[in-house]
Nanobody, 122 residues
Framework: QFQVVESGGGWVQIGGSMTLSCTAS????????MGWYRQSPGKEREFVAD????????DYSDSVKGRFTISRDDENDTWTLQMNALKPEDTAVYYC???????????????WGQGTQVTVSA
């Protein structure tokens, strides 16, 4: 069974930075997409960023482009989301996600992490 577990999260000041990590375990596919979703209270879960295990293709939502960077460590099946210039609207529960070919729609996600709270405030 393919599982993903995230770490990181917490509180950060407006304009600050935070790093989230996710590690895959179990029967990890040779090729899969990995990334992050987030969900704020009263809103739908939304795509944040993803990266393919093979190749260098990354995608970001317009709301985080230029501020967030996703990277991966293939040897350890781990990926990281570096979040800079954080805004209050980035406050959400962040979910690690993985899928066979892409995770840019929720239906593509085949493995979810448990979620970690990120709070951005003054």
């Amino acid at each position: 069974q393919f599982q993903v577990v995230e770490s990181g999260g917490g509180w950060v000041q407006i304009g600050g930075s935070m790093t989230l990590s996710c590690t895959a375990s179990g029967r990890t596919p040779m090729q899969y997409a990995m990334g992050w979703y987030r969900q704020s209270p009263g809103k739908e879960r939304e795509f944040v960023a993803d990266i393919m295990k093979v190749g260098a293709n990354t995608d970001y939502s317009d709301s985080v482009k230029g501020r967030f960077t996703i990277s991966r460590d293939d040897e350890n099946d781990t990926w990281t989301l570096q979040m800079n210039a954080l805004k209050p609207e980035d406050t959400a529960v962040y979910y690690c996600a993985a899928g066979i070919s892409t995770i840019e729609t929720i239906d593509d996600v085949t493995a979810w992490g448990q979620g970690t709270q990120v709070t951005v405030s003054a």
